[in-house]
């Protein structure tokens, strides 16, 4: 079991930048790759970026070159700097984690967190 808490969340003005944070905790060493969705009123949950154990990342198109994503601490933290922030940004945010054991692959999800861009 994993358990993922996020903060950061907030209010910001176009153009500004806001810090998401997730902290893992129980079975961390399991954890493989760990990553951040979005999910906006009436639409589907996206991905908005992840990276590997080793540091491999993968952002989508829609914030490459404004979010970035980083993991601290081993396995038991993961960042995402959000900059140039977008009125299209404004979702509630979910940090994910999969857990990999012998034949299978878990996910596990925050319980979100709300960004607001005002335009």
Do not use: H
Request: proline letters at 3%.
């Amino acid at each position: 079991q994993v358990q993922l808490v996020e903060s950061g969340g907030g209010l910001v003005q176009a153009g500004g930048s806001l810090r998401l944070s997730c902290v893992a905790s129980g079975n961390i060493f399991s954890i493989s790759t760990m990553g951040w969705y979005r999910q906006a009123p009436g639409k589907q949950r996206e991905l908005v970026a992840q990276i590997t154990r080793g540091g491999s990342t993968n952002y989508a198109d829609s914030v490459k070159g404004r979010f970035t994503i980083s993991r601290a601490n081993a396995n038991d933290r993961v960042n995402l700097q959000m900059n140039m922030l977008k009125p299209e940004d404004t979702a509630v945010y979910y940090c994910a984690a999969d857990v990999t054991t012998p034949g299978r692959v878990t996910a596990y999800w925050g319980q979100g967190t709300q960004v607001t861009v005002s335009s």
